[in-house]
């Protein structure tokens, strides 16, 4: 054999050896682990419900002038987030005016809001303490419109809309937090207006035989959200706990979460 085919050969050799002394490096110990994590989220749920056997709704005929109907109902978290409002708007809609002339808006404005009261109801407490009217002069209309400036107090307004479930205002210190009650009591009076027209008629007779729909239509809001920092504990989150001023609680989870080992080997 040639000197020239021996160190191709040699040189082949050697090339072969490294090949196999790099493939095992492939060849390693090898270890694994898994964090184990959980994510699940609240229930924003508002029960409307009346006293034990009493209507919480007002569907009344054959009224007239100088009647009057009272109704309470509660508000009830029964979800699992903190409710922060509890925001109301009227609407009205099928009315029938009984071929007797008037409109819509006109006998909207012949009932007037005579108690409008709402409660932190903790136990039971079903009369309300605190009335939110600024005036004695809103009528239904006024809901229907939301036109409620210098009508409500301002605690209770947001934008043009009723807060039933205010933080802070006097009676109603924790907002509506899980399984917490607010009342709502609200009375409305058929106007008496002894007004005559010239006829000898009065006024209100065009109101006669007529009839409407109309709607309390009620949205229960969150709390913002807060961020969970690195040393704060798993666990339940605790905005279910705001306090008067709008402040988190100090802890901000429960601390205690459903993973029982945080990390597997």
Excluded: C
């Excluded at 490294?18 to 493939?23: A, D, I, N, P, R």
């Excluded at 054959?62 to 978290?77: A, C, H, Q, W």
């Excluded at 979800?79 to 809609?93: C, F, P, S, W």
């Excluded at 307004?157 to 399984?179: F, K």
């Amino acid at each position: 054999m040639s000197i020239k085919k021996k160190l191709g050969l040699g040189v082949a050799t050697a090339a072969l050896g490294l090949s196999l002394v790099g493939g095992g490096t492939y060849a390693a110990f090898n270890d694994t682990a898994t964090v184990n994590n959980h994510f699940a989220s609240g229930t924003l749920d508002l029960n409307v419900k009346g006293g034990k056997n009493k209507p919480v709704n007002f569907d009344l005929s054959n009224m007239k002038p100088g009647d009057s109907v009272e109704r309470i109902f509660k508000l009830k978290n029964v979800g699992t987030l903190a409710i922060k409002e509890v925001l109301m708007n009227v609407r009205a809609d099928e009315f029938d005016n009984g071929g007797n002339g008037s409109t819509m808006e006109d006998y909207l404005k012949q009932f007037t809001i005579k108690v409008f009261k709402v409660d932190q109801d903790p136990e039971g407490y079903t009369y309300g303490r605190e009335s939110i009217l600024e005036s004695k002069d809103v009528t239904l209309y006024d809901l229907y419109t939301g036109d409620l400036n210098g009508k409500v107090k301002e605690g209770y307004l947001e934008g043009n809309r009723i807060n039933l479930a205010p933080v802070g205002s006097n009676h109603t210190d924790q907002g509506l937090v899980s399984e917490s009650n607010n009342s709502v009591r609200i009375e409305i009076a058929f106007k008496n207006d002894k007004k005559k027209k010239e006829n000898g008629e009065y006024e209100q007779n065009k109101y006669m035989n007529n009839s409407i729909d109309f709607f309390f239509d009620l949205e229960a809001t969150q709390w913002d959200g807060i961020k969970i920092k690195k040393d704060d504990a798993n666990g339940k989150i605790n905005n279910d706990k705001q306090v008067q001023d709008n402040r988190l609680p100090r802890d901000n989870t429960s601390g205690s979460g459903k993973v029982e080992n945080p990390v597997t080997d």
